[in-house]
T-cell receptor
Framework: KQEVTQIPAALSVPEGENLVLNCSFT??????LQWFRQDPGKGLTSLLL?????REQTSGRLNASLDKSSGRSTLYIAASQPGDSATYLC???????????????FGSGTQLTVLP | NAGVTQTPKFQVLKTGQSMTLQCAQD?????MSWYRQDPGMGLRLIHY???????DQGEVPNGYNVSRSTTEDFPLRLLSAAPSQTSVYFC?????????????FGPGTRLTVT
């Protein structure tokens, strides 16, 4: 059964810092890995998707890397801003254990606070 | 495109009541799924469907029913609501013909069972 872990659970940094969020997963047989952002009381916003054949993806100040063999991904946020404060969720897409369909397995998230 | 839509946004039920959470997508996606999100537990898969007429159970299916009569709609039914079903429910969809299999999420339904 796929399990996804995110460390740290919470992180507080001053504005302007570069930071790294970590995600690890137990089964390397994945289709892709997605990073989401969730603001309090809101839905999920997709930030980056890395296919299993890719090593990294970039969007603006965000860079996500994937090391499938070691079961790890990192989300790098450059020059953090107070508006980046949110919960960041990592999710991997893999086969459902008992079937042929695909399933997203989520980590519990990292709650990020960027202090002005 | 409206993307993935969910109704209602908020709902309060009494224990034992039944209700249906609606989910619709206008992207012609074959794959649709329901997740629940509880504090400290991330999102967990309840049920999923790979196409009209085909559904299957996820990680936490007990107490929920689904059906998929059309490609667009994937309603989630709570048969007899329990306080343990207080949660935020998200519906998602993806296009199976696209090799990225990117998942698109709806805005969620906040359900409280008293």
């Amino acid at each position: 059964k796929q399990e996804v872990t995110q460390i740290p659970a919470a992180l507080s940094v001053p504005e302007g810092e570069n930071l790294v969020l970590n995600c690890s997963f137990t089964d390397s047989a994945i289709y892709n890995l997605q990073w989401f952002r969730q603001d309090p009381g809101k839905g999920l916003t997709s930030l980056l998707l890395i296919q299993s054949s890719q090593r990294e993806q970039t969007s603006g100040r965000l860079n996500a890397s994937l090391d499938k063999s070691s079961g790890r991904s990192t989300l790098y946020i450059a020059a953090s801003q107070p508006g980046d404060s949110a919960t960041y969720l990592c999710a991997v897409l893999s086969l459902v254990t008992s079937g042929s369909a695909r399933q997203l397995t989520f980590g519990s998230g990292t709650q990020l606070t960027v202090l002005p | 495109n409206a993307g993935v839509t969910q109704t209602p946004k908020f709902q309060v039920l009494k224990t034992g009541q039944s209700m249906t959470l609606q989910c619709a997508q206008d992207m012609n996606h074959e794959y649709m799924s329901w997740y629940r999100q509880d504090p400290g537990m991330g999102l967990r898969l309840i049920h999923y469907s790979v196409g009209a007429g085909i559904t299957d159970q996820g990680e936490v299916p007990n107490g929920y029913n689904v059906s998929r009569s059309t490609t667009e709609d994937f309603p989630l039914r709570l048969l007899s609501a329990a306080p343990s079903q207080t949660s935020v429910y998200f519906c998602a969809s993806s296009y199976e013909g696209q090799r990225t299999y990117e998942q698109y999420f709806g805005p969620g339904t906040r359900l409280t069972v008293t």
